[in-house]
């Protein structure tokens, strides 16, 4: 599980400042969708003050949702 918990930290902060949807990390991580969201649950535990779920914009499909996103330290 560590190890599915940093990959999601590093993609979201590669992608920063664009955000995408479960769905959209899930094919790029080559996870299932739920298995994104239960390793999004670990991180936004452990590194609350970096990770969230806010109403956004998926940038890879346009979809409206709560998306997992990263905000910069200091920002
Ligand atoms: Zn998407």
Do not use: N, W
Not at 37 to 44: C, N
Not at 52 to 58: N, T
Request: proline share 3%; net charge positive; charged share 20%.
């Amino acid at each position: 599980m560590k190890v599915e918990v940093d990959r999601l930290a590093l993609l979201l902060q590669a992608d920063y400042p664009y955000t995408y949807c479960f769905s959209c990390l899930a094919s790029r991580m080559g996870m299932a969708q739920t298995a994104v969201r239960d390793t999004a649950q670990v991180l936004i535990l452990r590194d609350h003050q970096l990770f969230a779920v806010r109403r956004r914009v998926c940038i890879g499909c346009r979809a409206v949702g709560d998306l997992l996103v990263y905000s910069k330290p200091g920002s």
